[in-house]
């Protein structure tokens, strides 16, 4: 009975000196993203729906949500009060993890991709109430529909089935109502220029179109989709069947017409300042603590909802037309005024929060 004793003693004095508080806190940081207002529509190879988007009043500009938006970041930096800007991204300005050769894409439309940004590494403490981003082209997934007037003749199209070793029927294939991926580029690199708006019409396949703005009756400017990867050369701009749909004008955002070519001069944008009205915004600051001696959750929330809009045009029955949810494009010709209503995208609104245990 007294070794009995003895060894419950013995096991009792181990529990208290080597024990587990179940009460005792854990430490530390958690990083999460969630995304909101997303459309229906993923990107699934099995379905062609609609992308999302809701109606607008006419004195509105009517809005789009895609279904899938990405960016191609160069830089994220995130702005610290007294103006320090850290970089998430690349942290050795001198040697660049990502550029615009090598951009970091991320699809905000996801709720694991976001969280690439944020890292213990490059969240200093500290309170944070803004950004900046350089990037080279958004990527968005929208339900389009493609208006062609009779003179079309899509010889680009042709081509690019041939090379596929795809017979394409142009007339079924480009009157389907599908959600198709567009990029929307806001800096230059090889044949794209700042503003281009390009789409792609072969699922999987690595083929993107320039989009004619007006069609003349003549050789070389009846076709409205203009392959890239057959171009030798970015279309030249300017009037008539040269010019090509595109994005918003403001020149004191995109800088001198003539220089829509160089990449020397970066577009960024921030919450510092308003130019292009991107609705930049953080919707408000948050804080890194100093001592991590709570658990801590960081929240990333990317909102996407309308970051597709349009300027109205003068004339409401011009052949442009947001219906439906779905997008209407096509090319100048005669009376029809398809593509030229402004494409205007937004950025995503973003919210970080930090929260404890």
């Known amino acids: 009975m007294l070794k009995k ?65 990405k960016i191609a970041l160069v830089n994220f930096w995130l702005l610290k009060e007294g103006g320090e800007a850290v970089n998430l991204i690349n942290d050795n300005a001198s040697q660049p993890t990502y550029t615009e050769e ?7 439309t996801s709720n694991s991709d976001p969280q690439k940004l944020l890292s213990l590494d490059s969240l200093a403490p500290g309170t944070y109430t803004g950004y ?47 959600s198709r991926k567009f990029r929307l580029y806001f800096n230059a690199i090889g044949k794209y220029w700042k503003k281009d708006f390009v789409v792609q019409l072969l699922k999987n396949r690595d083929r993107w179109f320039w989009l004619r703005r007006e069609l003349e009756d003549r050789d070389n400017s009846r076709n409205f ?36 070519d160089d990449s020397s001069t970066p577009i960024i944008v921030g919450t510092d300042s308003d130019s292009g009205g991107l609705d930049v915004t953080l919707e408000k600051k948050f804080t890194i603590p100093q001592t991590i001696d709570k658990l801590y959750t960081i929240t990333m929330t990317v909102d996407v909802k ?5 300027g109205l045009p003068e004339d409401l029955n011009a052949g442009v037309t947001l219906k439906d949810g779905v997008l209407n494009l096509g090319p100048g010709y005669a009376f029809e005024q398809y593509g030229n209503i402004g494409l205007h995208p937004m ?3 973003f919210s970080i929060v930090v929260t404890e245990e």
Request: with cysteine; charged share 25%; glycine share 6%.
């Open 306 to 310: 309308d970051t597709m809009t349009f």
């Open 225 to 260: 989709f203009i392959s890239v990867r057959n171009s030798e050369r970015h279309p030249p701009g300017g009037a008539g069947p040269d010019s090509i749909v595109n994005l918003f004008c403001d020149e004191e955002f995109w800088g001198d017409e003539e220089l829509i």
């Open 102 to 108: 090598t951009p970091l894409i991320i699809d905000f």
């Open 132 to 178: 900046r981003m350089q990037f080279l082209y958004l990527e968005m997934q929208l339900a389009v529909a493609f208006h062609l007037p009779a003179i079309a003749e899509e010889t680009d199209l042709d081509i690019v089935g041939s090379n596929l070793g795809e017979n394409i029927n142009i007339e079924d294939y480009i009157d389907l109502r599908l």
């Open 5 to 69: 004793a003895l060894v419950f003693l013995a096991a009792g004095m181990l529990l208290l000196l080597f024990g587990c508080d179940p009460a005792e806190k854990k430490t530390g940081v958690e990083f999460k993203a969630q995304a909101k207002n997303l459309s229906a529509v993923q990107e699934d190879e099995t379905r062609d729906s609609a992308a999302s988007s809701r109606q607008m009043e006419p004195a509105e500009s009517p809005a789009i949500t895609p279904s899938v938006y």
């Open 347 to 349: 950025v995503p609104k």
